[in-house]
């Protein structure tokens, strides 16, 4: 099987400006720059994303963010940093190996192309999602 773009740049086949690299993990600057020194932290395992991670391959990627995440804000003069990671196509992912974008932020007219709709809230509907959640995660 063909080598996704990301398994590529984890075996060099593909440059990359790295930041941080380990056993586990692999940091480098997005190509895109969304804002300056934005970020894609990656899994050096070919996972398709969130959906498809165990949890060991989570807590190798993750627990290395808090450390990421102070380098890119401190280096950058950043005021602060989104973290963020899309999950299918619908949800903006267009590279199918697991990253984590950190997107440093700078002002708010920052163009990052993500805002939150608030709506009234519906307790009794929030109450049986819940629920209806909790069951899945218990199962
Ligand atoms: P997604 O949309 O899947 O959450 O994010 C994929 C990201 O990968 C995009 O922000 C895109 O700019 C970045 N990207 C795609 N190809 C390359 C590449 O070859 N090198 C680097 N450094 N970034 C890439
Ligand atoms: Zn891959």
């Given amino acids: 099987m063909d080598k996704c773009i990301f398994c590529q740049i984890i075996a060099g086949e593909i440059p990359s400006s790295k ?71 619908i949800a903006g992912q267009s590279v199918f190996h697991a990253h984590v974008h950190i997107i440093p932020r700078y002002s708010n007219q920052d163009e990052i192309g993500i805002t939150f709709t608030e709506h009234e809230p519906d307790f009794e509907a929030l109450g049986q999602l819940a629920q209806a959640i909790a069951n899945e995660v218990t199962k």
Wanted: proline share 3%.
């Fill in 19 to 89: 930041i941080y690299e380990d056993d586990k993990v692999l940091a480098f600057l997005d190509i895109s720059q969304t804002t300056k020194g934005h970020t894609l932290v990656i899994p050096k395992k070919h996972v398709r994303n969130m959906l498809d991670m165990s949890e060991q391959v989570a807590t190798d990627l993750f627990k290395r963010l808090p450390k990421l995440a102070r380098a890119v804000k401190t280096a950058t003069g950043a005021k602060g940093l989104n973290i963020l990671n899309n999950n299918e196509e």
